[in-house]
C-alpha cells in the first residue's frame, strides 16, 4: 500500500483486506488502510471499480464519512448509477444507516431500467429502502414488478422484502400477503421461513394450505428460537383440519425446549409460554383424543410451574389463570398422577395459583376442592392419585 497507493489494481488488496477486516481486529493496520482508501479514491472516486471498494469499507462495518464524498461522486456517473452492480453501492450505504438523500436520485435512476428493477438483487435494495424508514411509494411501483416477474415472488431470499415491508406497515396487504404466504408454502423446510411467517401467522386471511406450510415448519424446527412464539400466534380455529395427535405432540415438542432452554422466564416468555399451553390444552379436549396423549402437556405444565420464582408468579398469576383458566388444576393434578412430584417449588406455584384464583373470584367449587386436595397432600403421596 505505500508502494502503490494510487495504482488501479490497489482496490483488489484493499477490498480484500477490508473483507476479512472484522476476523482480523487489527486496529493499527486498519488505520493504514483507511488512509490508502482515501487516497486511492481521492483518484479513482469516478471509476466503475471505486464502487466495489466503497461498498467493501461500509461492509466492513468502518467509518462511513470517509467514503461518503466517493459514494456521492460515483453515482453522479451516469453510466455507474444504472449499471446493474449499482445497487450494492446503494444498499451498503443504506445498511450503515446514512442519509438516504445521498443515494436517492441515484436508486430512482437504476430502477428506471426495467432489467435492473426485475434482476434478482433488487430485493436488497428494496429491504434497505424500507428498513430506511424510506417513503414505499418511491419504490412500490418496482415492487410489484419484481414479485411479478418470473419465480422472483418464491424465490428464498425474498422473505427478506416481505419482512421488511410488513415492519412498515405493521401488517401485510392482499397482494403481499398472497405472495407471502406463496413463499412459505415453497419454502417449509428452511429455517428462514420463521421470518416471513411473522406477518400472516395471526391473520384471519390465513389459508389451509398456508397453515399446513407452517406446521409442516414447526414440525421440522421444533428448536428454533422463534418457534415458540410463531406457535402461539396461531389461532386454534385455523387448525381444525389438523389431527389432533399431531398438534398435541407439536406444541409438547415445542413447550418443551423452550421450558429447557430457558435459563430465566421473563413476562414475555411467561405470556408466550402460558398461549402454548391454552392451545394445547383446548386441543388436548377434544374428544376424539387419545387420552394419554395429555399427559405430556400435564407434566411440562408442572415443569413450568416450578421454574416461577414467587415474585414472577405474583407479577404473572392474572396471565396464568386468564389464558389457562379452569384447566390448571386438572392439569397439575394429571401431570402428578404420570411421575411429577409435588416438591417445593410447585406446592408453592400451586398455592399462589389457587388463592388468585379465589380472590378473582375464577374457582368454581370442584376446581377448589381439586386444588385443596392436591395442596394438602404429603410429598410422595400424590402420584397415585385419588381420581
Known amino acids: 500500500l505505500h508502494a502503490h497507493p494510487t495504482e488501479s489494481q490497489t482496490h483488489f488488496l484493499l477490498g480484500a483486506w477490508l473483507n476479512i477486516a472484522d476476523k482480523l481486529g487489527d486496529v493499527a493496520m486498519g488505520q493504514e488502510v483507511g488512509a490508502a482508501v482515501k487516497a486511492w479514491l481521492a ?34 456517473m451516469e453510466k455507474n448509477r444504472i449499471a446493474p452492480e449499482a445497487h450494492f453501492v446503494v444498499k451498503a450505504w443504506l445498511d450503515a444507516k446514512q442519509d438516504a438523500g ?54 428464498l431470499n425474498a422473505h427478506f422484502l416481505y419482512r421488511a415491508w410488513g415492519n412498515q406497515f405493521n401488517r401485510l396487504d392482499d397482494f403481499m400477503f ?5 413463499w412459505i408454502q415453497a419454502h417449509s423446510n428452511h429455517p428462514d421461513a420463521a421470518f416471513a411467517m411473522r406477518w400472516v401467522i395471526a391473520d384471519r386471511r390465513l389459508d389451509k394450505l398456508t397453515t399446513t406450510a407452517i406446521i409442516d415448519w414447526l414440525t421440522n424446527f421444533p428448536t ?24 398435541t405432540t407439536l406444541y409438547a415438542t415445542v413447550l418443551a425446549n423452550y421450558i429447557k432452554s430457558a435459563n430465566h422466564f421473563g413476562e ?25 396423549s395429555r399427559v405430556p402437556l ?62 378473582l373470584g375464577e374457582l368454581g367449587a370442584s376446581d377448589a376442592t381439586l386444588l385443596r386436595q392436591i395442596v394438602e397432600k404429603q410429598p410422595g403421596r400424590e402420584r397415585g392419585g385419588d381420581g
Not at 414475555?268 to 387420552?291: E, G, Q, S
Not at 408468579?313 to 402428578?336: D, E, Y
Open 268 to 292: 414475555f416468555d411467561v405470556k408466550t409460554a402460558c398461549f402454548l399451553f391454552f392451545n394445547a390444552v383446548r386441543i388436548a379436549k377434544r374428544p376424539t383424543l387419545h387420552p394419554p
Open 224 to 247: 428454533h428460537e422463534d418457534a415458540p412464539g410463531r406457535l402461539s400466534r396461531l389461532h386454534i380455529k385455523v387448525l381444525s383440519h389438523c389431527p389432533n395427535e399431531v398438534l
Open 298 to 359: 400435564a407434566r411440562l405444565f408442572c415443569q413450568f410451574l416450578r421454574q416461577l420464582s414467587t415474585t414472577q408468579i405474583q407479577h404473572i398469576k392474572t396471565i396464568i389463570i386468564n389464558l389457562v383458566g379452569g384447566a390448571l388444576p386438572g392439569l397439575i393434578r394429571l401431570g402428578l398422577q404420570h411421575g411429577e412430584t409435588f416438591d417445593a417449588p410447585l406446592a408453592n406455584a400451586t398455592r399462589q395459583l389457587m388463592q388468585a384464583y379465589a380472590s
Open 43 to 76: 483518484v479513482f472516486a469516478r471509476y466503475p471499480v471505486a464502487g466495489y471498494v466503497t461498498v467493501a469499507w461500509l461492509n466492513a462495518s468502518q467509518v462511513p464519512a470517509l467514503v461518503k464524498d466517493a459514494v456521492s461522486h460515483w453515482l453522479t
Open 178 to 182: 398472497g405472495n407471502t404466504c406463496r
Open 102 to 155: 445521498v443515494v436517492k436520485d441515484a436508486l430512482i435512476a437504476w430502477l428506471a431500467v426495467e432489467q435492473n428493477c426485475i434482476a434478482s438483487g433488487a430485493d436488497f435494495v428494496f429491504k434497505a429502502w424500507l428498513n430506511a424508514k424510506q417513503s414505499h411509494a418511491l419504490i412500490e411501483p418496482h415492487v410489484l414488478a419484481w414479485l411479478a416477474h418470473a419465480n422472483n415472488a418464491i424465490n
